[in-house]
């Protein structure tokens, strides 16, 4: 899972790295948690001051801060830069109330299960392991917030066959 | 006129192409008879190993397809219990039991669970593609594997199929590598999804 030192890559090696499927996944999967981040931010602010949700929101949200830290991490190894986060991110929908936020953090884990599902896509036995348990780890957060589960976390609908 | 097969600067005479077809066909039941039958001869390459990932994966997704409806059986209304004790020695079937017991919410959870696994196993089925006259292995139970420690068939409690999850999640992520990716994918949620059930049967055993 290591890639060229960024020092001894060349200004060429960084261009075709920068546009290498392994970092365009691995650029979208820090996208998803820059997001999901954020989003964590808005969903605390809306839950009850000192209430379990309030502190497993606070611990969702660590987990998505290291998760950024760490694809940060693999990018640079690789010789590409991080995509730094937005200064505010749309939300999907008002969050005035604790349910609203407790469904806007399950879509929030469902996006970033969804952007993990980009790196198992890869041939790279190291970043496909690292995806796949980034998947799980996000489907747990969502059934936490949701109560349920989902028969195919971070799957879009097109992608299964009828 | 001279033979043209003996002349100087030619190769030394040997067996003619005649003879040479005779010998040939002459050793032929030889060398088949030394091959144990024609048909060692045919014998077609094995499937590709994702091929073998791809039903291995089915297998265990029909048996746990089993485990729930039998565990749902087992608490239905009139069930009392009985068939899930005496399969196995599970005895919570019906209502709270202890570590492994059960809360009204069983039957609903249980039902949830099974549907995600049937729509697990119909997208691995629809993945697999065999040929004509070869049997999958979701046609029959009899070759699905047992997915908790009392075996395919048995009633399973709420503890042995939470454990029966987690090994499922665990094993489909273990066989991610040298998969095609779109299959990948497909394993690497559906692991996913089987991770969730574990704290979603064990908050509704504990009637969250």
Redesign the interface.
Known sequence: MTGASPSKSSGSEHASAASSPVIAALQSALAAEQAASYGYGVVGARLPQGSADQALATADWVSHMRARDQLSALITARGATPVPAAVAYQLPGPVNTPAAARTLAATLEDRV?GAY?GL????D?GL??F???Q??A???R???WR?????????PSS???S | MADDRAGPGRAPAGPTRRALLVVSAAALPVLLTACKGIQALGTPPGPPADVDVLRGAIAHEAALVADYTAALAARAPGAGGSGASGASGASGANGANGANGASGRTPAALAAVLSDHRQHLAQLTSRLVEPAGTRSPAAGHSSAPASGPAGHGAVLTMAQLEAAEQAASDRLIAQLGGLPPTLAQLFASIAASEATHVPYLQAARRGR
Request: charged residues 10%; positive net charge.
């Open positions: 299960a599902l198992v896509a890869l041939p036995s496909r392991s995806g796949a348990q998947v799980r996000a489907a747990l969502a059934e936490a109560g349920s589960t989902q028969a195919f976390p971070g799957l992608s299964l066959q």
